[in-house]
């Protein structure tokens, strides 16, 4: 088993701890914690780990700092940092409440997430948006192109998902060996902002439900798909039944859920 600090990693947990100060350095950058208005920015870190970007990040003049730590190890050294901006929380960030969050809004997100959270947190952060002024966070680079399609293949519910309630930038491309241990994949850095007008869309979890249902075998038509689902989609020319979900936009998955929803604005 991989030590650090005498300690062991827990391969359950996905513990690649960042460990080149040059990467760490442009998530601060990107979020502005380098300038001097840093003073007032509330910051939030899932998975503190050894520590290295907390103590990054309290370098910075920030005005608070929140760290979720699952691992009890770990949390506990992240408790012996000696400042007062500092609260560490040793739990698991997707159980937390983030009614928690109120009081400081908005804050700024910075994280090197475990690769198998990384969608159930970006769903998390998603419903709780507007607390959020922006963020970076470290991610599989295969998650992070799939995230930025638009179209084709790797193009899918996650990129409609996110590009629709966030203005999302990919950063710097990390290698295995910034990180101990190595990861086998290269990571992304990977900046999102929520947005500030979004559409409201009419019953908007079954919307997405039934995107889910076009993708649910991306090379099968769109018509393959809802043959068996009790959407009525009689609404839709042969056409359009004969394209993958791949091939069609945000605008398109709106007007074809109005069409089903027989709603014309909402």
Known sequence: MVQQDGKYLKKKFGQHFLRDTHFIDIMLKRVGLLDSTAKDSNIFEIG?????LTRAILA??????WVFEIDADWAADLEKIDDQRLTVF?????QGDFGIFEQHKPWILLANLPYQITFPILYLLQRHRRLLRDGVIMVQEEVAQKIIKTHGRGFGVHSLFLQYYFDLELLDKVPPEAFYPAPKVFSRLFYFKPKQKVL???EEEKFWRFVRTCFAHPRRTLKNNLLST???FSCFDEQTLGLRAQQLTMVDFLNLWRCIVKVREW
């Open 200 to 202: 409201e869309i009419f």
């Open 48 to 52: 503190g780990g050894a520590g290295v």
């Open 230 to 232: 009790g959407y009525d």
């Open 90 to 94: 040793a739990q698991d960030f997707l």
């Open 60 to 65: 910075c003049p920030v005005a608070r700092l």
